[in-house]
């Protein structure tokens, strides 16, 4: 299994539920969020590159501000 996420990013996705997740609710928000932060996590780890390039990861804090 890999690695758990980060208790802090487990606990901002549970605050932040999308619309679809807030609809139907939920038992247990943080095993929700620790589940798909794992999964999301998992499928990131496994991605293949594309050729000559490299995957950037970032953040949405690593954007820049919308101009108006």
């Known amino acids: 299994m890999p690695d758990e996420p980060d208790p802090k990013r487990v606990q901002r996705r ?10 139907v ?6 095993a929700q969020a620790e589940e798909i932060l794992a ?3 998992a499928r990131m780890d496994g991605r293949p590159s ?3 390039k490299s995957i950037e990861h970032r953040s949405s804090e690593d954007t820049v501000e919308p101009t108006d």
Do not use: I, V, Y
């Open 14 to 23: 549970a605050e932040s539920l999308l619309p679809e997740e807030r609809s």
């Open 25 to 30: 609710g939920s038992d247990d928000p943080e």
């Open 39 to 41: 999964e999301s996590d």
């Open 50 to 52: 594309p050729p000559g």
